[in-house]
């Protein structure tokens, strides 16, 4: 059974620092990585998906890259602004190969950011 | 409309009650997501269809729990006799490919937070 883990459970660092979410699961076999974003009270919002095919991501602040050998994946933001304040989760989407065949996403129990001002 | 809706966005019911969540996807979109999210935790697999078709229900907890998607679009998850550990926030997502698609980013809604008494 897939699992996945995300290091820290959480965060707290001033505004302006880089900083390095980690995700690990243990079946390599994916198809996809999705990094999300919850804010209190909220539901999901997709911040980058990654093929398994694929090495990175990048959308303005924001860099993930996948290691799938190793499985691995890490949410790089740049420039940290207060307004990132959120739980930061990653899901893993099982292979269409590894049987089942449904797209049900596998997720791990967030990293609570806080980036105080 | 523009994103995934779910209604009521709160719910409280008495042990034992029936409930009745709805979800209504994107429009358009083929697949359809249900999951379980509770406090501290990140969100798990209950249920997935793609148009009308239950393809994937092994996520239920039990058979208390019924997905239907009747016409492939709206959805709505019945919960029988709520106890109180299915106090929980449940999140719908929509994505417009079916299963195996590539890039089948998923859409999620606000979420419904059911809490049994």
């Known amino acids: 059974k897939q699992e996945v883990t995300q290091i820290p459970a959480a965060l707290s660092v001033p505004e302006g620092e880089n900083l390095v979410l980690n995700c690990s699961f243990t079946d390599s076999a994916i198809y996809n990585l999705q990094w999300f974003r919850q804010d209190p009270g909220k539901g999901l919002t997709s911040l980058l998906l990654i093929q398994s095919s694929q090495r990175e991501q990048t959308s303005g602040r924001l860099n993930a890259s996948l290691d799938k050998s190793s499985g691995r994946s890490t949410l790089y933001i740049a420039a940290s602004q207060p307004g990132d304040s959120a739980t930061y989760l990653c899901a893993v989407r099982r292979s269409m190969y590894s049987g089942g065949g449904a797209d049900g996403l596998t997720f791990g129990k967030g990293t609570h950011l806080i980036i105080q001002p | 409309g523009a994103g995934v809706s779910q209604s009521p966005r709160y719910k409280v019911a008495k042990r034992g009650q029936d409930v009745a969540l709805r979800c209504d996807p994107i429009s358009g979109h083929v697949s359809l997501f249900w999951y379980q999210q509770a406090l501290g935790q990140g969100p798990e697999f209950l249920t997935y269809?793609?148009?009308?078709?239950?393809?994937?229900k092994s996520g239920l907890p039990s058979d208390r729990f019924f997905a239907e998607r009747p016409e492939g679009s709206v959805s709505t998850l019945k919960i029988q006799r709520t106890q109180q550990e299915d106090s929980a926030v449940y999140l719908c997502?929509?994505?417009?490919?079916?299963?195996?698609?590539?890039?089948?980013?998923?859409?999620f809604g606000p979420g419904t937070r059911l809490t049994v008494l």
């Open positions: 997502a929509s994505s417009r490919r079916g299963s195996g698609g590539p890039n089948n980013e998923q859409f």
């Open positions: 269809f793609q148009n009308e078709a239950q393809l994937d």
